[in-house]
Protein backbone atom coordinates (compact mmCIF):
# COMPACT_ATOMS: atom_id res chain seq x y z
CA UNK A 1 0.00 0.00 0.00
CA UNK A 2 0.92 3.35 -0.92
CA UNK A 3 2.32 5.48 2.03
CA UNK A 4 1.22 8.90 3.35
CA UNK A 5 4.02 10.65 1.98
CA UNK A 6 3.91 8.73 -1.00
CA UNK A 7 -0.33 9.41 -1.77
CA UNK A 8 0.35 13.35 -1.09
CA UNK A 9 3.16 13.48 -3.36
CA UNK A 10 1.08 11.72 -6.42
CA UNK A 11 1.12 14.75 -9.13
CA UNK A 12 -2.05 16.64 -10.01
CA UNK A 13 -3.72 15.93 -13.63
CA UNK A 14 -1.90 18.68 -16.17
CA UNK A 15 -3.91 21.70 -17.04
CA UNK A 16 -5.14 21.88 -20.42
CA UNK A 17 -4.34 25.26 -20.36
CA UNK A 18 -0.77 26.02 -22.29
CA UNK A 19 2.16 27.62 -20.26
CA UNK A 20 2.51 30.69 -21.48
CA UNK A 21 6.18 32.10 -20.38
CA UNK A 22 7.01 35.68 -19.32
CA UNK A 23 10.90 34.96 -19.55
CA UNK A 24 13.65 37.30 -17.36
CA UNK A 25 17.03 37.37 -17.40
CA UNK A 26 19.68 39.59 -15.63
CA UNK A 27 22.36 40.46 -17.57
CA UNK A 28 25.59 41.05 -15.42
CA UNK A 29 27.73 41.98 -18.52
CA UNK A 30 30.69 39.69 -18.16
CA UNK A 31 32.97 39.73 -20.67
CA UNK A 32 33.75 36.01 -20.25
CA UNK A 33 30.64 34.65 -20.24
CA UNK A 34 27.84 36.81 -22.46
CA UNK A 35 24.22 36.21 -21.49
CA UNK A 36 22.70 35.90 -25.46
CA UNK A 37 23.46 31.85 -26.38
CA UNK A 38 22.76 30.72 -22.95
CA UNK A 39 19.51 32.73 -23.12
CA UNK A 40 19.24 31.22 -26.48
CA UNK A 41 19.72 28.05 -24.65
CA UNK A 42 17.26 28.96 -21.49
CA UNK A 43 14.55 29.69 -24.56
CA UNK A 44 15.26 26.59 -26.23
CA UNK A 45 14.35 25.10 -22.97
CA UNK A 46 11.30 26.19 -22.42
CA UNK A 47 9.63 25.86 -25.72
CA UNK A 48 10.93 21.92 -25.11
CA UNK A 49 8.94 22.03 -22.26
CA UNK A 50 5.91 23.18 -24.03
CA UNK A 51 5.92 26.32 -23.15
CA UNK A 52 4.68 29.49 -25.14
CA UNK A 53 7.25 32.61 -24.85
CA UNK A 54 5.14 35.36 -24.77
CA UNK A 55 8.29 37.65 -23.99
CA UNK A 56 11.53 38.06 -23.12
CA UNK A 57 12.82 40.92 -20.55
CA UNK A 58 16.37 41.63 -20.45
CA UNK A 59 18.22 43.90 -17.47
CA UNK A 60 21.55 45.38 -17.68
CA UNK A 61 22.75 45.30 -13.44
CA UNK A 62 26.45 45.17 -12.36
CA UNK A 63 24.75 42.79 -9.84
CA UNK A 64 21.50 41.13 -8.74
CA UNK A 65 19.31 42.82 -6.48
CA UNK A 66 19.31 40.98 -3.08
CA UNK A 67 15.65 41.77 -2.57
CA UNK A 68 14.20 40.99 -6.04
CA UNK A 69 16.63 40.03 -8.24
CA UNK A 70 15.53 42.03 -10.44
CA UNK A 71 14.84 45.00 -8.08
CA UNK A 72 11.39 46.82 -7.20
CA UNK A 73 10.95 49.23 -10.35
CA UNK A 74 11.44 46.35 -12.77
CA UNK A 75 9.24 43.65 -11.29
CA UNK A 76 6.45 46.07 -11.15
CA UNK A 77 6.99 46.44 -15.01
CA UNK A 78 7.20 42.73 -15.29
CA UNK A 79 4.02 42.38 -13.69
CA UNK A 80 2.59 44.83 -16.38
CA UNK A 81 4.40 43.45 -18.89
CA UNK A 82 2.63 39.30 -17.55
CA UNK A 83 -0.98 40.99 -17.67
CA UNK A 84 -0.38 42.88 -21.02
CA UNK A 85 0.78 39.64 -23.14
CA UNK A 86 -1.44 36.97 -21.13
CA UNK A 87 1.96 35.07 -19.87
CA UNK A 88 0.68 33.09 -17.01
CA UNK A 89 4.85 31.81 -15.48
CA UNK A 90 7.53 33.87 -14.61
CA UNK A 91 10.74 32.26 -16.17
CA UNK A 92 13.89 33.18 -14.27
CA UNK A 93 16.97 32.85 -16.13
CA UNK A 94 19.66 33.46 -13.31
CA UNK A 95 20.11 31.63 -9.81
CA UNK A 96 17.37 32.75 -7.60
CA UNK A 97 17.30 32.84 -3.69
CA UNK A 98 14.13 31.93 -1.61
CA UNK A 99 14.17 35.19 -0.45
CA UNK A 100 14.05 36.99 -3.90
CA UNK A 101 11.92 34.20 -5.06
CA UNK A 102 9.00 35.21 -1.88
CA UNK A 103 9.52 38.91 -2.57
CA UNK A 104 9.40 38.93 -6.34
CA UNK A 105 6.10 36.66 -5.87
CA UNK A 106 4.06 39.39 -4.09
CA UNK A 107 4.73 41.62 -7.00
CA UNK A 108 4.55 39.56 -9.87
CA UNK A 109 1.25 37.20 -9.17
CA UNK A 110 2.48 34.60 -11.35
CA UNK A 111 4.40 31.05 -10.46
CA UNK A 112 8.27 31.54 -10.93
CA UNK A 113 10.41 28.95 -12.30
CA UNK A 114 13.75 28.81 -11.98
CA UNK A 115 16.16 27.28 -14.98
CA UNK A 116 16.49 24.19 -12.06
CA UNK A 117 12.96 24.00 -12.19
CA UNK A 118 12.65 24.07 -16.35
CA UNK A 119 15.46 21.18 -16.65
CA UNK A 120 13.82 18.57 -13.78
CA UNK A 121 10.64 19.22 -15.38
CA UNK A 122 11.65 18.35 -18.91
CA UNK A 123 13.56 15.18 -16.83
CA UNK A 124 10.14 14.45 -15.91
CA UNK A 125 8.64 14.26 -19.08
CA UNK A 126 11.39 12.18 -20.42
CA UNK A 127 11.92 9.90 -17.65
CA UNK A 128 10.80 6.35 -18.90
CA UNK A 129 12.36 3.60 -16.90
CA UNK A 130 11.77 2.79 -12.91
CA UNK A 131 15.35 3.79 -12.20
CA UNK A 132 14.39 7.29 -14.18
CA UNK A 133 12.04 8.15 -12.37
CA UNK A 134 13.02 7.56 -8.88
CA UNK A 135 16.31 9.81 -10.40
CA UNK A 136 14.25 12.42 -11.40
CA UNK A 137 11.86 12.76 -8.17
CA UNK A 138 14.83 12.88 -5.75
CA UNK A 139 16.57 15.86 -8.02
CA UNK A 140 13.16 17.12 -7.31
CA UNK A 141 12.07 17.10 -4.06
CA UNK A 142 16.42 17.92 -3.11
CA UNK A 143 15.75 21.27 -5.10
CA UNK A 144 12.18 21.98 -3.34
CA UNK A 145 14.06 20.94 0.21
CA UNK A 146 16.36 23.83 -0.83
CA UNK A 147 13.93 26.10 -1.50
CA UNK A 148 11.11 25.79 0.57
CA UNK A 149 10.88 29.09 2.14
CA UNK A 150 9.14 30.85 -0.09
CA UNK A 151 7.78 28.73 -2.41
CA UNK A 152 4.71 28.75 -0.36
CA UNK A 153 2.29 31.19 -2.57
CA UNK A 154 3.76 29.85 -5.99
CA UNK A 155 2.83 26.01 -5.33
CA UNK A 156 -0.55 27.23 -3.93
CA UNK A 157 -0.76 28.27 -7.56
CA UNK A 158 0.40 25.77 -9.28
CA UNK A 159 -2.17 23.78 -11.01
CA UNK A 160 -0.03 22.04 -13.92
CA UNK A 161 1.98 22.85 -16.70
CA UNK A 162 5.77 23.47 -17.19
CA UNK A 163 7.87 23.37 -14.11
CA UNK A 164 5.13 21.84 -12.51
CA UNK A 165 5.17 17.65 -13.15
CA UNK A 166 6.09 15.20 -11.14
CA UNK A 167 6.64 15.66 -7.12
CA UNK A 168 6.48 19.63 -8.32
CA UNK A 169 2.95 19.22 -7.99
CA UNK A 170 2.13 17.98 -4.90
CA UNK A 171 -0.09 19.27 -2.12
CA UNK A 172 1.34 22.61 -0.22
CA UNK A 173 1.10 20.68 2.81
CA UNK A 174 3.36 18.54 2.36
CA UNK A 175 6.51 19.45 5.07
CA UNK A 176 9.90 19.68 5.71
CA UNK A 177 9.83 15.96 7.21
CA UNK A 178 7.53 14.14 4.83
CA UNK A 179 10.16 15.70 2.21
CA UNK A 180 13.06 13.94 4.48
CA UNK A 181 11.10 10.63 4.47
CA UNK A 182 10.37 10.35 1.20
CA UNK A 183 13.80 11.38 0.27
CA UNK A 184 15.57 8.80 2.63
CA UNK A 185 12.98 6.26 0.70
CA UNK A 186 14.02 7.10 -2.87
CA UNK A 187 17.73 7.11 -1.80
CA UNK A 188 17.50 3.68 -0.42
CA UNK A 189 16.03 2.19 -3.98
CA UNK A 190 18.77 4.02 -5.58
CA UNK A 191 21.15 2.13 -3.32
CA UNK A 192 19.83 -1.18 -4.67
CA UNK A 193 19.70 0.10 -8.35
CA UNK A 194 23.79 0.73 -7.99
CA UNK A 195 24.51 -2.27 -6.07
CA UNK A 196 22.58 -4.19 -8.88
CA UNK A 197 24.98 -2.10 -11.55
CA UNK A 198 27.93 -3.31 -9.68
CA UNK A 199 26.55 -6.85 -10.44
CA UNK A 200 26.00 -6.40 -14.00
CA UNK A 201 29.73 -4.43 -14.42
CA UNK A 202 30.94 -7.51 -12.73
CA UNK A 203 29.60 -9.81 -15.12
CA UNK A 204 30.64 -8.06 -18.40
CA UNK A 205 34.46 -7.58 -18.06
CA UNK A 206 35.75 -9.56 -20.64
CA UNK A 207 34.44 -6.39 -22.83
CA UNK A 208 35.84 -3.00 -22.68
CA UNK A 209 33.53 -0.26 -22.06
CA UNK A 210 33.30 3.47 -24.34
CA UNK A 211 31.48 5.63 -22.77
CA UNK A 212 29.59 8.50 -24.76
CA UNK A 213 29.70 12.10 -22.89
CA UNK A 214 28.94 15.56 -24.46
CA UNK A 215 26.61 18.50 -24.06
CA UNK A 216 22.74 17.57 -24.51
CA UNK A 217 21.45 17.19 -28.31
CA UNK A 218 25.00 16.75 -29.16
CA UNK A 219 23.68 13.71 -31.21
CA UNK A 220 25.22 10.92 -28.40
CA UNK A 221 22.11 8.53 -29.15
CA UNK A 222 22.30 8.65 -32.90
CA UNK A 223 25.88 8.27 -33.17
CA UNK A 224 25.51 4.85 -30.67
CA UNK A 225 23.42 3.69 -33.42
CA UNK A 226 25.66 4.51 -36.10
CA UNK A 227 28.25 2.75 -34.04
CA UNK A 228 26.76 -0.60 -32.74
CA UNK A 229 23.87 -0.82 -35.53
CA UNK A 230 21.30 0.10 -32.77
CA UNK A 231 17.77 1.38 -32.66
CA UNK A 232 17.60 3.40 -29.44
CA UNK A 233 15.08 6.11 -28.76
CA UNK A 234 16.52 9.40 -30.76
CA UNK A 235 15.16 12.78 -30.77
CA UNK A 236 16.15 16.00 -31.88
CA UNK A 237 15.44 18.06 -28.34
CA UNK A 238 17.51 18.44 -24.91
CA UNK A 239 17.43 15.28 -22.49
CA UNK A 240 15.89 12.69 -24.78
CA UNK A 241 18.07 10.00 -23.55
CA UNK A 242 17.46 9.80 -19.43
CA UNK A 243 18.72 6.37 -19.01
CA UNK A 244 21.49 4.43 -19.50
CA UNK A 245 22.07 2.57 -22.73
CA UNK A 246 24.20 -0.30 -23.31
CA UNK A 247 25.08 -1.44 -26.90
CA UNK A 248 27.94 -4.05 -28.22
CA UNK A 249 29.89 -2.78 -31.14
CA UNK A 250 32.57 -4.51 -33.54
CA UNK A 251 35.74 -3.25 -33.89
CA UNK A 252 37.39 -5.63 -36.12
CA UNK A 253 37.02 -9.70 -36.43
CA UNK A 254 36.65 -11.03 -33.27
CA UNK A 255 37.02 -7.73 -31.20
CA UNK A 256 33.99 -6.18 -29.40
CA UNK A 257 33.36 -3.54 -27.15
CA UNK A 258 30.71 -2.66 -25.08
CA UNK A 259 29.32 1.44 -26.01
CA UNK A 260 27.21 3.13 -22.83
CA UNK A 261 25.32 6.24 -24.04
CA UNK A 262 24.51 8.28 -21.32
CA UNK A 263 22.68 11.53 -19.95
CA UNK A 264 23.18 14.52 -21.56
CA UNK A 265 25.27 17.45 -19.88
CA UNK A 266 24.63 21.10 -19.90
CA UNK A 267 25.82 24.50 -18.47
CA UNK A 268 25.83 24.89 -15.02
CA UNK A 269 23.75 21.30 -14.35
CA UNK A 270 22.02 21.31 -11.42
CA UNK A 271 23.90 19.76 -8.56
CA UNK A 272 20.38 17.99 -7.32
CA UNK A 273 20.48 16.08 -10.87
CA UNK A 274 24.59 15.18 -10.35
CA UNK A 275 23.97 13.91 -7.19
CA UNK A 276 20.59 11.93 -8.02
CA UNK A 277 22.05 10.17 -11.13
CA UNK A 278 25.06 9.26 -9.40
CA UNK A 279 24.36 5.50 -10.26
CA UNK A 280 23.87 6.87 -14.00
CA UNK A 281 27.18 8.63 -13.94
CA UNK A 282 28.88 5.49 -12.14
CA UNK A 283 28.67 4.22 -15.73
CA UNK A 284 31.00 6.83 -16.72
CA UNK A 285 33.97 5.67 -14.04
CA UNK A 286 34.03 2.97 -15.61
CA UNK A 287 34.44 3.09 -19.16
CA UNK A 288 37.76 2.37 -20.54
CA UNK A 289 37.60 5.16 -22.75
CA UNK A 290 35.36 8.43 -23.31
CA UNK A 291 34.03 9.75 -26.45
CA UNK A 292 33.36 13.44 -25.70
CA UNK A 293 30.62 13.85 -28.59
CA UNK A 294 30.76 17.70 -29.54
CA UNK A 295 28.09 19.49 -31.94
CA UNK A 296 30.24 20.59 -35.02
CA UNK A 297 27.11 21.95 -35.94
CA UNK A 298 26.37 24.74 -33.30
CA UNK A 299 28.68 27.69 -33.52
CA UNK A 300 28.47 27.94 -29.82
CA UNK A 301 29.96 24.18 -29.35
CA UNK A 302 33.53 25.85 -27.34
CA UNK A 303 31.13 26.87 -24.68
CA UNK A 304 29.53 23.78 -24.81
CA UNK A 305 32.88 21.78 -24.44
CA UNK A 306 34.24 23.63 -21.92
CA UNK A 307 30.85 23.15 -19.45
CA UNK A 308 31.00 19.30 -20.26
CA UNK A 309 34.84 19.55 -19.69
CA UNK A 310 34.12 21.51 -16.14
CA UNK A 311 31.36 18.67 -15.23
CA UNK A 312 34.22 15.59 -15.97
CA UNK A 313 36.13 17.53 -13.80
CA UNK A 314 33.46 17.90 -10.45
CA UNK A 315 33.31 13.97 -11.36
CA UNK A 316 36.90 13.20 -11.09
CA UNK A 317 36.76 11.85 -15.11
CA UNK A 318 39.37 14.63 -16.63
CA UNK A 319 41.33 11.90 -16.55
CA UNK A 320 39.99 9.39 -18.34
CA UNK A 321 41.23 8.23 -21.88
CA UNK A 322 39.62 10.33 -24.08
CA UNK A 323 38.79 10.79 -28.08
CA UNK A 324 37.22 13.78 -28.96
CA UNK A 325 34.15 13.20 -31.63
CA UNK A 326 32.90 16.35 -33.48
CA UNK A 327 29.45 15.32 -34.78
CA UNK A 328 27.06 16.50 -37.29
CA UNK A 329 29.97 18.00 -39.68
CA UNK A 330 27.28 17.28 -42.67
CA UNK A 331 25.74 20.30 -41.47
CA UNK A 332 28.67 22.92 -41.96
CA UNK A 333 30.74 23.81 -44.43
CA UNK A 334 34.31 23.67 -44.99
CA UNK A 335 35.33 27.06 -43.31
CA UNK A 336 33.30 25.69 -39.87
CA UNK A 337 35.30 22.74 -40.42
CA UNK A 338 38.74 24.09 -40.56
CA UNK A 339 37.92 26.34 -37.19
CA UNK A 340 37.42 22.04 -35.28
CA UNK A 341 39.53 20.74 -32.85
CA UNK A 342 42.38 19.09 -34.57
CA UNK A 343 42.64 16.16 -32.75
CA UNK A 344 38.70 15.80 -33.29
CA UNK A 345 37.14 12.86 -35.36
CA UNK A 346 34.89 14.54 -37.28
CA UNK A 347 31.83 12.10 -38.57
CA UNK A 348 27.90 12.29 -39.19
CA UNK A 349 25.82 10.17 -37.28
CA UNK A 350 23.42 10.79 -40.35
CA UNK A 351 25.22 10.00 -43.36
CA UNK A 352 28.07 7.20 -41.58
CA UNK A 353 31.27 9.60 -42.81
CA UNK A 354 33.70 9.52 -40.25
CA UNK A 355 32.74 6.21 -38.49
CA UNK A 356 35.08 3.41 -39.81
CA UNK A 357 37.58 6.35 -38.77
CA UNK A 358 36.36 6.00 -35.94
CA UNK A 359 36.06 2.58 -35.07
CA UNK A 360 39.77 2.36 -36.01
CA UNK A 361 41.01 4.87 -33.63
CA UNK A 362 38.73 3.08 -30.70
CA UNK A 363 40.34 -0.79 -32.05
CA UNK A 364 44.06 1.36 -31.56
CA UNK A 365 43.04 2.76 -28.16
CA UNK A 366 41.18 -0.02 -26.55
Known amino acids: ?35 APELEEFIA ?36 IAERTGANALFVFNEIR ?19 MLILDIFAQHARSREG ?5 LAQ ?10 LGATLSRLGGGVGTRGPGETKLEVDRRRIR ?27 PVVALVGYTNAGKSSLLNRLAHAESFVADQPFATLDTTLRKMYLAPGRATLVADTVGFITDLPKELVAAFRATLEELSEADVLLHVIDASNPDWPRQENSVRQIL ?29 ADAVPVSALTGEGIERLRALLAERL
Not at 56 to 67: F, K
Not at 141 to 150: D, I, K, Q, T, V
Not at 313 to 341: G, H, Q
Open 133 to 137: KLQVE
Open 141 to 150: LRHRAANLAG
Open 1 to 35: MATQAQRELRPFSTSPTPTRALVVAVDLDLPDRPL
Open 181 to 207: MRISALERDLEHVRRHRRTQRSGRKAL
Open 98 to 116: PRQRANLEKIVPLPIIDRT
Open 313 to 341: ADLELDRKPMIRVANKVDRIDAAARALLP
Open 45 to 80: LIEAAGAQVADVVVQHRAAVDPGTLVGAGKAHELAE
